[in-house]
Structure formats: structure tokens, C-alpha cells
């Protein structure tokens, strides 16, 4: 997570960020900005994790450039608000973090991708997964779609990570196990916990602001 420009060939970096772009141009293009906008609890929910999010991504722990974690957040706003809307407003966090730390833009494309294309198109996924096969309750969604996706989606994301650095950066797999890979189950639990703790909350006190639940659908009549 928050990877540095420095690790890797600029011809990578600038294939990334043709990557992401290809990816966040389509779901810009797509987001259904009238929904949002016509149900004022769901905006201020997104505001408020907007600034919440952004807090949390200033809270990086790590020792080495590379070697570093903080909450994602994307499985949470893919059931909230959608994966369009999900991956545009984590890329405005991105952004005002790269801004923030000073960073070298051309990263942002890299970072774009383990942070929010994996983890935000890996839970729509599976939550389709979940509409199709398995039972409809809310225990099932907060448990399925909430904690183990979440937890999931951050397997993948250090995943892709250490992928990327043995490939394209010269840190070995001794640095990489060492000094990233034992710290990935804390940041793990930790963005199941926080994930399933508030899309419980929300979906229990104001359903109306989750886009991908619905009462009728996983409460009445169970």
C-alpha cells in the first residue's frame, strides 16, 4: 500500500496508470450521481466517510518505503453507495493523500489499482456472489458482504503488493516476508472489524443510506 515512485521503472509506473485510468473512465462515466444526490442521507454518510477515510489513510504503519499499511475502506463504500461511486470518491482520497504527502504523482496509477481496483471490483463481485447463492438475511449480508469480504479484500490487496515487489522492485522475498507480510493479518482483522461494525450500523439504524441493501428485500418477512 502506498507505494513509492521510487521502487519501480517509470515505463511500469506509466503502464499503471494507463491501467487505472482505463479502469476509473468508464465508472466515472457510469456513476449514477442523481441517486446520490436525490437521498440526502446517503450524501451525508458519503461525506462523512469521505473525511473519515481520508483520516484513517493518513494513519500509515510500515518501516520501509512500501512496507506499510492503513484501513482501505472499499469494500465499505461498495456497499454503500456502489462500485462507481465507491471508486471515484476513494480516488479523491487518493488524491488529496498524494497531495498531502507530497508524493510523486506518477504513482498514483499503481497505488490506484491495489488500493481501489482490486479491492473495490472484488467486492462487487462478491456481492453478486452472495445476492445469487446465498440466503437472503441480514446476518448473512453484514457477515458475507461486511467481515469476510473485507478481510478478503485486503488477502488480495497484499497479495498483488508483494507480487509487485519481488517482480519490479529490489526488495527480496526475505524484506518482503520480514518486514510486510507479518503485519498483513492485523491490518487484515482490522478492516473486517471496522467494515462489518459500520455497515451493521448503518444498515440497522439507516438503511436508507446503504444503495445495496434493502429492507424489503433482507428483512421483511424473515
Known amino acids: 500500500m502506498n507505494l513509492p515512485a521510487t521502487l519501480f521503472a517509470r515505463e511500469w509506473l506509466w503502464l499503471f496508470d ?34 473519515g ?19 482501505l475502506g472499499a469494500t465499505l463504500f461498495v456497499l454503500m453507495f456502489g462500485w462507481q461511486i465507491a471508486s471515484a470518491t476513494l480516488t479523491l482520497v487518493m488524491l488529496a493523500s498524494f497531495f498531502r504527502a507530497d508524493a510523486d504523482w506518477i504513482a498514483l496509477g499503481i497505488n490506484g489499482l491495489l488500493m481501489i481496483t482490486i479491492p473495490v471490483l472484488f467486492t462487487e463481485w462478491l456481492l453478486r456472489f452472495s445476492r445469487k447463492n446465498l440466503p437472503k438475511n441480514l446476518f448473512f449480508y453484514v457477515l458475507w458482504n461486511g ?6 479484500a485486503i488477502v488480495l490487496n497484499v ?60 428483512l421483511d418477512g424473515k
Open 18 to 51: 494507463l491501467l487505472f485510468a482505463a479502469f476509473l473512465y468508464p465508472s466515472l462515466r457510469n456513476t449514477d450521481w442523481r441517486r446520490l444526490l436525490d437521498n440526502q442521507t446517503m450524501t451525508n454518510a458519503l461525506v462523512g466517510l469521505v473525511i
Open 147 to 152: 467481515f469476510i469480504c473485507a478481510g478478503l
Open 53 to 71: 477515510a481520508f483520516v484513517f489513510w493518513q494513519f500509515n504503519a510500515g518501516i520501509r518505503p512500501g512496507f506499510n499499511f492503513h484501513i
Open 159 to 218: 497479495a498483488a503488493t508483494t507480487l509487485l515487489l519481488l517482480l519490479l522492485s529490489h526488495y527480496s522475498w526475505a524484506e518482503v516476508q520480514r518486514h510486510y507480510l507479518i503485519a498483513a493479518p492485523i491490518i487484515m482483522l482490522t478492516e473486517a472489524f471496522m467494515t462489518g461494525m459500520l455497515i451493521t450500523a448503518f444498515t440497522v439504524f439507516q438503511p436508507e443510506a446503504v444503495m445495496n441493501f434493502s429492507d424489503a428485500e433482507y
